[in-house]
Every structure is written in C-alpha cells, then in structure tokens.
C-alpha cells in the first residue's frame, strides 16, 4: 500500500513538473501571440492618421471600479502624434452581461467621437446575446462615429428603454449592459480625459 502510494506521489510530481515546463516553455511564444492580437485589434478601431507611437507599447492602467466595471485595473492605450494624445483605446467591462461579464474595448478621441468598439470576451448565448461579437453581426459598428455629449446621456440607452441604441430581438439584457459599460467608460474619459493622458502607470511596470 505504501509503495503504491509513493508512485502516486512520484506520477503526480512528474506530471506537475511537465505542465509547468511546457507552460514555462510557451509562454514567450503566447505572450507574443496575444501582443499581435493585441496589435491587430487595435490598429483596427484607431485610424493610422491619429497617431505614430506604438500603440501596445503606450499602455498605461487606470483605476475607476464605478465606470469600468471593475475594481482591477484596467489597460488604456494612449495614440499620439508628434507627441500629442490625439485618442485613446480603453478596455472595460460589462460586469452584467446575461451569461456574466463582458469584455470589450473601445477607441474614442479627443473630441468624445467613438473611433471603434470590439468585443474581447464574452459568454453569450449563441446566436442571441453574442451578436455583441464582431465576427456574429455588425452591431458594435452602430456606435462607430456616434459622439459622446454628457448633456445627451439619454441617447445612450437602448430604444427600448427609451435611447437609441439597437437591442437584439429576445436579447434585451446583453445590449443593454454593453451599453452601459460604453456610457459610464466614455462619461468617465470626458470628464478625466487629461489625467488619463498623464497616467504614469505603464502596463509593462505593473508586470515586474
């Protein structure tokens, strides 16, 4: 009995010191991957025209639990040109999505404009609340060229609770808490719009 329960512990070992070798091994190599996924997201909801900097390399973290929908803290990348913030990119969180949370990012400029919208996690029902995802429909692309104006605040809402918005046939809950987590970040980038710009939390710092 005890024999058999040494090479148990002895299996368990082993396996454990594999995973954590191949994990150790492939990290580079994911890290990498998700940084051009990264990159590729980016450069689509942030015209080359608004900036020369490199986009992933300007993160900077900011801390707003009420606008963001987390207590963590959150990625906000910074587009320049000639060194002047032109717009930036910020990833927030629907923390009620009907299938739990929602993570997207959004890229607005100095004026309040929408540039793009791209959903980076979710867990919604097929073919009813997933519509959120750009590759099931083009529904984050309404909000592409919409400006934010805090004196409009109702425009922001989904038309059944009385805004603009779209709202998916038998999927009222997912558009309406994306577009909740899109109002509360963008009310949030207006009002903070130059302390974000001075952040100086860089995403790589917050790694080491």
């Given at each position: 009995m005890l024999k058999n329960g040494l090479l148990l512990g002895l299996f368990a070992l082993v396996c454990s010191a594999l995973v954590a070798g191949v994990n150790l091994l492939t990290r580079p190599q994911i890290e990498f991957q998700q940084r051009q996924q990264l990159l590729g997201t980016l450069q689509q909801i942030i015209p080359d025209a608004l900036h020369d900097n490199d986009l992933a390399a300007s993160c900077r973290l900011i801390t707003a639990p009420e606008?963001?929908?987390?207590?963590d803290a959150m990625p906000v990348y910074i587009a320049s040109k000639q060194g002047q913030p032109q717009a930036v990119a910020i990833e927030t969180i629907a923390p009620d999505g009907y299938n739990g949370k929602i993570l997207l990012i959004v890229a607005v400029d100095n004026q309040g404009t929408v540039l793009g919208v791209r959903t980076l996690e979710q867990q919604e029902t097929p073919g009813l609340g997933d519509k959120v995802?750009?590759?099931?429909?083009?529904?984050?692309e309404s909000f592409v060229g919409r400006a934010f104006d805090p004196n409009q605040m109702k425009s922001w809402f989904v038309k059944k609770d009385g805004g603009e918005i779209d709202q998916?046939?038998?999927?009222?809950?997912?558009?309406?808490?994306?577009?909740?987590a899109l109002r509360n970040t963008l009310s949030y980038f207006v009002s903070h719009k130059a302390q974000i710009y001075t952040s100086k939390t860089s995403c790589e710092a917050s790694k080491s």
């Open positions: 606008a963001l929908g987390t207590a995802d750009r590759r099931k429909s083009n529904w984050v998916f046939t038998g999927a009222t809950i997912t558009p309406r808490a994306y577009t909740k």
